[in-house]
């Protein structure tokens, strides 16, 4: 059984919008740092943002400034990544994870070392 699913990938328009969904069947992880990340093709696994223990406290890679937004719904264990003002660029696999024990949302923000999990990752892709 998958412990984190993602769901939301979709082809999309540049300028366009997107919202991933992470849901987690540990009923730990919702409290825990999380992130995004993806990975393109050929490329490493980067990360996109990230968020702390407290719900409140968010990191975004420079790529996503300004355009994109990590939530968190504690009630449905779900955290999502809204995406705004897409690009082609942005077309990757994206991935939620879950943080070792000890990390912060800042290491996560930096290093895929950090993660604990992975989901399976929901495909993006960006093109007119």
């Known amino acids: 059984q998958e412990r984190l699913v993602e769901s939301g990938g979709d082809v999309v328009q540049p300028g366009g919008s997107l919202t991933l969904s992470c849901t987690g069947t540990d009923p730990t992880w919702i409290t825990s740092p999380m992130a995004w990340f993806r990975q393109g093709t050929g490329k490493e696994r980067q990360s996109v943002g990230a968020l702390a223990r407290n719900g409140r406290v968010r990191y975004y890679a420079d790529s996503g400034k300004g355009r994109f937004t990590i939530s968190r719904d504690t009630t449905n264990n779900t955290v999502s990544l809204q995406m705004n003002s897409l690009k082609p660029e942005d077309t990757a696999v994206y991935y939620c994870?879950?943080?070792?024990?000890?990390?912060?949302?800042?290491?996560?923000?930096?290093?895929?070392?950090?993660?604990?999990?992975w989901g399976k990752g929901t495909l993006v892709t960006v093109s007119s």
């Open positions: 994870a879950k943080g070792r024990g000890g990390t912060t949302a800042h290491a996560m923000s930096i290093s895929t070392d950090t993660v604990d999990y």
